[in-house]
């Protein structure tokens, strides 16, 4: 690590820079690498599997002496030929991120920014959540011994909460919104001296979640896909799946990039709804100091992605817009629909959030933006089990029959 830029007006920082936010126009940090170092040492990964993220050193801004206390990252990419015949493609994959400790991809996040937070002394770290980064953080700063505060909607779904609860975080659910208990957090967080790793705020954030694309790209010998298909709600894990590209490419390891494609519900749709106003413009040159992300009202089935004021907005933009990707919006029922389709078709269980990405490719080939041929991977970035109550909405509730084998003859009828 070499310093910070900031997202949208490029000023720098150096690497001592405490500071979360850009001083002079308040945007979010990017992190800065040094990348000779990587393009040596990245390449001696390939035809392994890695340990955990912090196999990728090189490119972490963050050093650990010892073996983290959990396994983070290193999930598996699936090949699901099945779904993808179902979907109309022929090289579809899915990245398993509910196989990380606390069952989402916010794990990545967590472990950088709490490695962070125990590099500066912190002994406390806050977090704003609309669940899953709130149980990652809790599972992790109990793995540390470190304090956690987490500040959650009210609304949260109650595996999230009890899993926050079990973990032994200080649970506050706020009365109001996901963005009613980012602010919240926020200003505790300066008023209690807590370290604040609520996502995209914290620049530590992006450069765990991008660990993601490292492992797909040694998964798949050394290349990327055509696509890479994410849930966006902050934007933070689609900022960190583009950074993870234009990390291997200016270490000179890879020539071609992805396009990165947002899933979005039509109910909380502000990243897509900026990439499109954005594309009416076709200037050649953007000031993306003077970039507005749209605020929605925010009111979707998939909690996960459920953000009126999208914290890594501009980052998130520019994922899509510079990787040539698409923004794309689905109604909540295809959401759901996801849900079975990808579980009966490969045995991946996904959260709401998590199915939207295959939602997505879906009406993609329905609109004919790719092609059956082109090779894409879904980000899974939660289990099924963060939200039953919403799986059952689409898969229903078993049928009830007495112990006797005659009920069995009859429901085979
Ligand atoms: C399972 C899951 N998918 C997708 C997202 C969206 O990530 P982001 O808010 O960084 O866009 C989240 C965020 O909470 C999540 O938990
Ligand atoms: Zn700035």
Redesign the pocket.
Same mark, same amino acid.
């Given at each position: 690590m070499i310093g910070y830029s900031c997202i949208a007006c490029a000023e720098t920082q150096p690497a001592e820079y405490d500071g979360f936010l850009c001083p002079a126009c308040g945007n979010n940090l990017d992190i800065l690498y040094d990348y000779a170092a990587a393009a040596e040492a990245f390449p001696r990964q390939l035809g392994s599997s890695p340990v955990d993220i912090f196999d990728f050193a090189e490119l972490l801004p963050v050093f650990r002496k010892t073996p983290f206390p959990l396994r983070i990252g290193a999930t598996p990419l699936y090949a699901a030929p099945r779904l993808g015949e179902s979907a109309g493609l022929a090289n579809l994959y899915l990245k398993d991120e509910s196989c990380n400790p606390s069952a #989402?991809?916010?794990d990545r996040a967590s472990a950088i920014a709490l490695q962070r937070a125990l590099e500066t002394g912190a002994g406390v770290v806050a977090v704003a959540s609309?669940g899953?980064?709130g149980s990652s953080t809790a599972c992790l700063a109990a793995a540390l011994g470190l304090g956690a505060v987490v500040f959650v909607p009210e609304s949260a779904p109650v595996p999230k909460l009890t899993q926050l609860l079990s973990y032994g975080a200080r649970v506050l659910a706020v009365r109001g919104s996901y963005d009613d208990a980012f602010e919240l957090c926020l200003a505790a967080s300066e008023e209690f001296g807590w370290f604040n790793r609520s996502?995209g705020h914290n620049p530590f954030t992006r450069e765990g979640k991008k660990t993601c694309t490292y492992e797909i790209w040694q998964a798949l010998g050394g290349e990327l896909p055509d696509r890479i298909v994410v849930? /966006?709600?902050?934007?933070?894990?689609?900022s960190g799946i583009w950074k993870g590209c234009r990390d291997l490419h200016a270490a000179g390891l890879i020539e071609r990039m992805p396009r990165i494609d947002a899933a979005q519900s039509e109910s909380s749709a502000a990243i897509s709804r900026t990439v499109h106003k954005l594309r009416q413009d076709k200037s050649d040159t953007r000031d993306w100091t003077s970039v507005e992300i749209d605020e929605v009202e925010a009111h979707t089935v998939a909690d #996960?992605?459920a /953000?009126n004021r999208p914290r890594?907005g501009i980052a998130a933009v520019k994922a899509v817009i510079e990787s040539g990707g698409e923004a794309v919006t689905v109604p909540d029922s295809e959401i759901l629909e996801a849900i079975p389709q990808m579980s009966r078709l490969t045995g991946v269980f996904p959260?709401p959030?998590?199915a939207a990405p295959l939602a997505a490719v879906k009406r993609m080939r329905a609109d004919k933006s790719i092609d059956v041929d082109e090779s894409v991977v879904c980000i899974v970035?939660?289990s099924g089990l963060k939200d039953v109550g919403r799986a059952a909405e689409i898969v229903g509730n078993p049928i009830i029959i007495e112990p006797s084998l005659e009920a069995v003859r009859k429901c085979l009828r």
């Open positions: #989402s991809i916010k609309t899953n980064a996502t849930a /966006v709600g902050d934007g933070n894990i689609i #996960s992605i /953000v890594d959260e959030a998590a970035s939660g």
